[in-house]
């Protein structure tokens, strides 16, 4: 499967983006998709995911409560809302799949997951 991210873009503090993780090819239901960024000078952090099978959402302590991540088959397309947004939030984004994973915790999309995207930038600044 192909993933493409987008809807990365420059906006003021306390403003909103939606990230868009879209598939080509196997239809991403069938897939546990995971959001990661990676900030200038820092590690890349997991951030956000969602199972295939049971849709069970998990996220970051740095997001939670901010971002919400949903999926929509009908345009088999993941995407990661992003509220309240920070000049921290400033980073690269990127989203990663593998087939008929069920997560447990957000850390686990650290580990196997076979597809990535190109990432999408995003920029939090004044």
């Known amino acids: 499967v192909q993933l493409q991210a987008s809807g ?8 909103s983006l939606r990230l868009s993780c879209a598939a080509f090819g196997p239809t991403l239901h069938n897939y546990g998709v ?6 200038p000078g820092k590690e890349r952090e997991a951030i ?6 049971d ?10 409560g901010r971002f919400t991540i949903s999926r929509d088959n009908a345009k ?12 921290e939030d400033t980073a690269v ?3 990663a799949a593998s087939p008929g994973i069920i997560f447990k ?3 686990e999309i650290n ?8 990432e999408t930038l995003v920029t939090v600044s004044s």
């Open 8 to 15: 990365g873009g420059l906006v003021q503090p306390g403003g």
């Open 34 to 39: 995971g959001w990661f960024r990676q900030a």
């Open 48 to 53: 956000s995911c969602i199972s295939s099978s």
């Open 55 to 64: 849709g069970s959402t998990y996220y970051a302590d740095s997001v939670k």
């Open 76 to 87: 088999n397309t993941v995407y990661l809302q992003m509220n309240s947004l920070k000049p």
């Open 93 to 95: 984004y990127y989203c």
């Open 105 to 107: 915790d957000v850390a």
């Open 111 to 118: 580990y196997g997951m076979r597809y990535w995207g190109k």
